[in-house]
């Protein structure tokens, strides 16, 4: 299985706007080169419709279904509608199987759980829906996803049902890289890893992150300063990421195919550690933005 996975949000115009055949040459070109993972979300616009349309292109070329890899999510289903409960969950769950014409879906996650009213009703309620579709064999495996570490860790450390799969973004970053507390007690619980957002948003690119970015000036700011240092501060960050290898999967959204092929390139040639290790040294390593006050 490839390190990478496609991430889909971009298929939605999430962060930029995809036209059709943009995402379905990147769907192509993903398993041209052994990338058979795609995740998406309900939240993502339309990305889970487009990719059901691009894969049931691709079946109809010659493609097996099984070929896919398809994870997507529950609980997040716009900007501020969050619905956890049993009955949304299974309503959830029975269009995304609709939406791909399938019998089961790879993965399910748990949607940003840090924005659940209750976070208690996760491992009360959602968990235990999900569990009942994996036992009628409608979901291979159980994941959860979300920004605040100590979220996540609170759901893994207190949930009777199994978690395969955690989605963290942002935590392993050149300028936050806190994951690193909490990465072997999550793997001793069964689950895997999955880190996206190797550039904090765009925080660590030469163009700077987009206007909407929740972080502070400052860090903002101490971002620019090193990027402007270095051209190849993106590839620097993707190397960061790639260099850990308690990571299972990096999640990439390219918006075009030189995107994707940059990561690609990044892959096959390795930067020398000494300088991947001497820019991380520039970021003072304990602060991320908060979205919530939610903490654990």
């Known amino acids: 299985m490839s390190r990478f996975i496609l991430g889909c949000a971009s298929f939605g115009n999430v962060y930029s706007e995809l036209d059709f055949q943009t995402c379905l040459q ?8 052994h990338i058979n993972h795609f995740d998406t979300s309900p939240f993502y616009g339309k990305s889970q419709e487009i990719l059901g349309k691009i894969i049931s292109q691709l079946v109809r070329e010659g493609f097996e279904p099984a070929q896919f890899i ?14 956890f409960s ?7 769950v029975s269009k995304s199987l609709k939406v791909f014409d399938r019998k ?5 996650f748990c949607h940003d759980i840090e924005f659940a ?25 159980i994941g959860i996803s979300g920004l605040p ?49 190797v550039t904090a948003l765009g925080l660590l690119t030469k163009q700077g992150p987009p206007s909407w970015h929740p972080a502070d000036e400052k860090t903002k700011n101490l971002c620019q300063q090193i990027a402007k240092k270095y051209d190849n501060i993106t590839e620097i960050a993707y190397n960061y990421v790639d260099n850990n290898s308690k990571i299972d999967h990096i999640m990439i959204g390219p918006s075009n195919l030189k995107e994707f092929y940059e990561y690609l390139t990044w892959q096959e040639l390795k930067l020398d550690p ?16 908060q979205e919530t006050n939610v903490e654990i």
């Open 26 to 33: 990147l769907v192509r070109h993903a398993l041209a080169n």
């Open 70 to 83: 398809i994870s997507t999510k529950i609980g997040r289903y716009g900007e501020n509608d969050f619905d």
């Open 86 to 92: 049993y009955s949304k969950c299974l309503e959830s």
């Open 104 to 108: 089961y879906l790879d993965i399910v």
């Open 117 to 141: 009213p209750n976070l208690d009703d996760i491992f009360q309620i959602t968990l235990p829906t999900l569990h009942q579709l994996k036992l009628e064999g409608k979901i291979k495996k």
């Open 149 to 197: 570490l100590s979220v996540l860790d609170y759901i893994i450390t207190k949930s009777q049902i199994q978690i395969d799969v955690v989605l963290t973004y942002c935590s392993y970053t050149l300028n936050y890289s806190q994951l690193d507390n909490y990465i072997d007690k999550w793997k001793q619980k069964g689950c895997q890893i999955i880190h996206g957002g």
């Open 274 to 289: 000494t300088l991947v290790d001497k820019v991380k040294k520039l970021f003072v390593d304990n602060y991320i933005w």
